[in-house]
């Protein structure tokens, strides 16, 4: 097959249709492939709680022509404060809508995740076949194609499997050597989030409240009627990471628990957590190998790099990799295995950028006793009296992402 521009068109199984997934789609497509989606979730999953564009992913973003409809969906948060148990901000870190320098802790770009999915899906529903309800089990593949087999018994011949299944990939499961390194770079940090109605005092700031045993409760509301919750746990054990496969009555109970006599708002949230019709935990952990292909087999998103939420970067880092691995498909499409190769040579500098890690930075914020939070509020306070956070985005350049700039692909223009 040929595209119009007189160009091989293949044959793309993408598995998942989260934020990598349906971004690559989007490239693809444009460029004359024959894309298919499909996705273990019934229908479009189209939930998730707050996330942020930066740097490079605003670009990504831009230059698939969907920024304006990203600024339509925009939450309104103005800021992030630290508060004490009696609910008083002791430091408080206002967004930077200068249009210059790097974010601050709140992006000038916040968006739920579902709107994001939801604009995503719009951008490509007419170009490229979804099928939800079907996962991806297990694949073969010889030199000339790849055979996906699906939950529902049924298989079906590609040019190219794309593993864009998110962190716990099984397509990144079935490419990497068995006995070969852990792809998890664990942080010992776990999170849980949901959301409850909103009250009269809820603010546009989000309100971040550190409670002793490294625990730490973060309060943002995204619309008129509701509140995102989140807990965060800083904690190493084997009970807190199986705890996110445990059914969700089973996790509820254990954030609750592990929040007992926390303070601030603590036993609203945990009310607000039977009742929510949203709920979802992980472990934050890092993803991290040494390859990300092969054969006509290549990972995209979470499943190749994922950042982790303290990154800032997971969701900018999925849609420049889709951008990158599109725009090396395009441009080396008659040696798949070239074009593989060339995609982690471009993207590999980006990520290990993103992936940059300041554990210290990270305890600091989560402290284990009141002595530990009292010095944060005030080092945090101090910094804020004496504008650094101000100085920060006046004088820095580069956003998250380094000074790593998104490739030209004529392929894709
Ligand atoms: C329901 C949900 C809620 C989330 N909420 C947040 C949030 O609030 N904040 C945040 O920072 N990050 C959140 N994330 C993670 C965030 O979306 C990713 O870090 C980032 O966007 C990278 O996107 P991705 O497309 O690589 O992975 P994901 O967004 O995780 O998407 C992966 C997709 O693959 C599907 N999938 C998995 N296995 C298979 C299979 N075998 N066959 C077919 N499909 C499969 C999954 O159902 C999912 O839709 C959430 C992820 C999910 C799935």
């Given at each position: 097959m040929k595209t119009e521009k007189g160009k091989p068109s293949l044959r793309v199984l993408i598995c998942g249709g989260g934020i990598a997934g349906p971004s690559l789609a989007y490239w693809l497509a444009r460029s004359g492939h024959q894309v298919v989606v499909a996705e273990?979730?019934?229908a479009l999953r189209a939930t998730g709680a707050q996330v942020d564009l930066r740097g490079q992913g605003i670009e990504a973003v831009q230059r698939m022509g969907l920024l304006d409809s990203v600024k339509s969906k925009l939450v309104d948060e103005?800021?992030?404060?630290?508060?004490?148990?009696?609910g008083k901000a002791r430091a408080t870190f206002m967004a930077n809508t200068s249009?210059?320098?790097?974010?601050s802790l709140t992006s000038e770009y916040e968006i739920m995740r579902g709107d994001l999915v939801r604009i995503l899906h719009d951008a490509t529903k007419d170009d490229v076949e979804y099928v939800f309800g079907k996962a991806v089990e297990r694949f073969d593949q010889d030199e000339r194609k790849v055979v996906a087999r699906f939950s529902d018994g049924s298989s079906n011949e590609f040019d190219l499997l794309v593993g864009a299944d998110g962190q716990g990939s099984r397509i990144r499961g079935a490419i990497l050597p068995p006995d070969g390194p852990d792809p998890y770079l664990r942080m010992g940090i776990h999170m849980a989030y949901w959301f409850i109605p909103r009250i009269v005092s809820d603010s546009n700031i989000r309100d971040t409240y550190n409670a002793r045993g490294g625990r730490m409760i973060m309060r943002r509301s995204h619309n008129p009627a509701q509140t995102q919750v989140y807990f965060i746990l800083r904690q190493a054990s084997d009970e807190a990471s199986a705890i996110h496969k445990a059914p969700i009555d089973d996790q509820k109970l254990f954030w609750?628990?592990?929040?007992?006599?926390a303070g601030w708002q603590t036993g609203r949230f945990v009310e607000g957590m039977a009742a929510t019709d949203f709920f979802y935990s992980q472990e934050v952990v890092q993803v991290r190998t040494q390859?990300?292909?092969?054969?006509?087999v290549v990972l995209v998103g979470d499943a190749a790099h994922c950042a982790s939420p303290y990154s800032g970067m997971g969701i900018s880092g999925s849609l420049v990799g889709a951008y990158v691995l599109a725009g090396e498909i395009n441009r080396t499409i008659e040696d798949l295995p070239r074009a593989l190769a060339a995609y982690d040579a471009t993207l590999r500098p980006f990520v290990d950028e993103i992936q940059t890690l300041?554990?210290?930075?990270?305890?600091?914020?989560m402290p284990q006793t009141q002595l530990g939070i009292d010095?944060?509020?005030?080092?945090?306070?101090?910094?804020?009296?004496?504008r650094i956070p101000d100085l920060i985005a006046r004088f820095s350049k580069e956003d998250r992402g380094g000074d790593w700039r998104l490739p030209d692909y004529a392929e894709l223009a």
């Open positions: 273990r979730f019934p103005a800021g992030v404060s630290l508060v004490n148990a009696q249009g210059h320098g790097p974010q609750a628990r592990k929040f007992r006599n390859s990300w292909s092969k054969g006509r300041k554990p210290l930075l990270l305890r600091l914020c010095a944060l509020h005030s080092l945090a306070g101090l910094a804020c009296l004496l």
